[in-house]
């Protein structure tokens, strides 16, 4: 996406909300305060580690953070809402404090659908309704074949039995440049996990996009992605599933990935959680396996521990973390 495009859709969206704020009759937020500390032992780094994921991962890292959600309404439904998630986490591997931001979107509710602008969740796989921000475990956008987030515009539309979303965004995921690159992804759904107990959704992604890593460009030459995936989600008494294959091309090279998650719910409330998940990737001709197994317990309402453990198979890198997680209303 060119800066002066992205610009001018800033503007749009911010002179939207200046008229929408003429109707504004009421507003509601919701604030949240963040703390994690995170502490484990890397086989291959032969030395304790403040992290779950690679050093130039943002997930998870010790940090402090907040997470603020606006909502503006009219006299009968919400109009508007505006979101800022972040966290301050400090990088043990360059001994510094680094800003990490997730949610920073207006999202505008119109007769047609919603539509956002800022950085949020785009339009591709389990990554489209997932939330992950917490767990030590994270899905295939941790992996290279997939993004968290990344900064743009994104339509969803709810359908009598499921979901339609399309997204342009940058490409860049957490990091926003601007050298020709530009993501669009779309995804279609049937079956609301939280009504349905079960969504299948098949999704497409092409661009041109910059590879990165956390907040890391990993190179400054652009890349041609071609993606199309199927993920599908099904809960059923205390077991849950979540599956997902992506197929197509990174630069020239073929590319393809696989996840699969089982986790099981006990005690009331769901207060201990077991998860079991397995991840395989292909690249060209380099391939790799990953397996992950994680135990959360809820102490309460605000405060969760975990304990991971995982392996993946081209470094032989055995990895445990222990997590203490407060997530609270301020």
Same mark, same amino acid.
């Given at each position: 996406?060119?800066?002066?495009?992205?610009?001018?859709?800033?503007?749009?969206?911010?002179?939207?909300?200046?008229?929408?704020?003429?109707?504004?009759?009421?507003?509601?937020?919701?604030?949240?305060?963040?703390?994690?500390?995170?502490?484990?032992?890397?086989?291959?780094?032969?030395?304790?580690? !403040?992290?779950?994921?690679?050093?130039? /991962?943002?997930?998870?890292?010790?940090?402090?953070?907040? /997470?603020?959600?606006?909502?503006?309404?009219?006299?009968?439904? *919400?109009?508007?809402?505006?979101?800022?998630?972040?966290?301050?986490?400090?990088?043990?591997?360059?001994?510094?404090?680094?800003?990490?931001? !997730?949610?920073?979107?207006?999202?505008?509710?119109?007769? #047609?659908?919603?539509?956002?602008?800022?950085?949020?969740?785009?339009?591709?796989?389990?990554?489209?309704?997932?939330?992950?921000?917490?767990?030590?475990?994270?899905?295939?956008?941790?992996?290279?074949? %997939?993004?968290?987030?990344?900064? %743009?515009?994104?339509?969803?539309?709810?359908? *009598?039995? %499921?979901?339609?979303?399309?997204? $342009? &965004?940058?490409?860049?995921?957490?990091?926003?440049?601007?050298?020709?690159?530009? @993501? =669009?992804?779309?995804?279609?759904?049937?079956?609301?996990?939280? !009504?349905?107990?079960?969504?299948?959704?098949?999704?497409?992604?092409?661009?041109?996009?910059?590879?990165?890593?956390?907040?890391?460009?990993?190179?400054?030459?652009?890349?041609?992605?071609?993606?199309?995936?199927? *993920?599908?989600?099904?809960?059923?008494?205390?077991?849950?599933?979540?599956?997902?294959?992506?197929?197509?091309? #990174?630069? /020239?090279?073929?590319?393809?990935?696989? @996840?699969?998650?089982?986790?099981?719910?006990?005690?009331?409330?769901?207060?201990?959680?077991?998860?079991?998940?397995?991840?395989?990737?292909?690249?060209?001709?380099? /391939?790799?396996?990953?397996?992950?197994?994680?135990?959360?317990?809820? #102490?309460?309402?605000?405060?969760? &521990?975990? $304990? =991971?453990?995982?392996?993946?198979?081209?470094?032989?890198?055995?990895?445990?973390?222990?997590?203490? !997680?407060?997530?609270?209303?301020?």
């Amino acid at each position: 996406m060119r800066k002066q495009a992205f610009i001018k859709i800033f503007v749009l969206i911010l002179s939207s909300f200046l008229i929408f704020s003429s109707y504004i009759y009421a507003e509601s937020s919701l604030f949240f305060g963040e703390v994690q500390s995170i502490a484990g032992y890397s086989s291959m780094d032969n030395k304790m580690i !403040y992290r779950s994921g690679h050093e130039k /991962d943002t997930m998870q890292k010790n940090s402090i953070g907040f /997470d603020l959600i606006k909502k503006f309404s009219s006299k009968t439904r *919400d109009i508007l809402t505006a979101a800022l998630q972040l966290r301050v986490a400090y990088d043990d591997s360059e001994e510094k404090a680094q800003l990490q931001i !997730y949610n920073a979107y207006l999202k505008v509710k119109t007769s #047609i659908g919603d539509i956002s602008l800022g950085h949020n969740r785009v339009a591709f796989g389990l990554e489209s309704y997932w939330d992950t921000h917490g767990e030590l475990i994270q899905p295939l956008q941790m992996y290279g074949f %997939g993004y968290d987030r990344d900064w %743009g515009i994104v339509f969803s539309k709810d359908t *009598d039995n %499921g979901n339609v979303q399309f997204a $342009l &965004t940058s490409g860049t995921a957490m990091a926003l440049r601007f050298k020709n690159n530009w @993501l =669009a992804t779309s995804r279609i759904s049937k079956g609301v996990l939280s !009504y349905d107990n079960y969504t299948l959704g098949l999704s497409v992604m092409a661009g041109n996009i910059l590879e990165t890593m956390g907040y890391t460009i990993m190179s400054e030459e652009t890349s041609e992605i071609g993606l199309a995936a199927t *993920d599908f989600a099904y809960n059923h008494n205390n077991f849950e599933h979540k599956a997902q294959v992506n197929v197509g091309k #990174i630069t /020239d090279d073929m590319a393809c990935a696989g @996840l699969y998650r089982l986790s099981l719910n006990f005690l009331e409330e769901n207060k201990l959680k077991l998860e079991w998940q397995y991840v395989y990737t292909r690249r060209a001709d380099f /391939d790799n396996h990953y397996i992950d197994a994680a135990i959360n317990y809820k #102490i309460n309402s605000d405060i969760t &521990t975990r $304990l =991971a453990y995982s392996w993946q198979r081209e470094m032989n890198d055995n990895k445990i973390a222990a997590q203490f !997680y407060y997530y609270f209303l301020i």
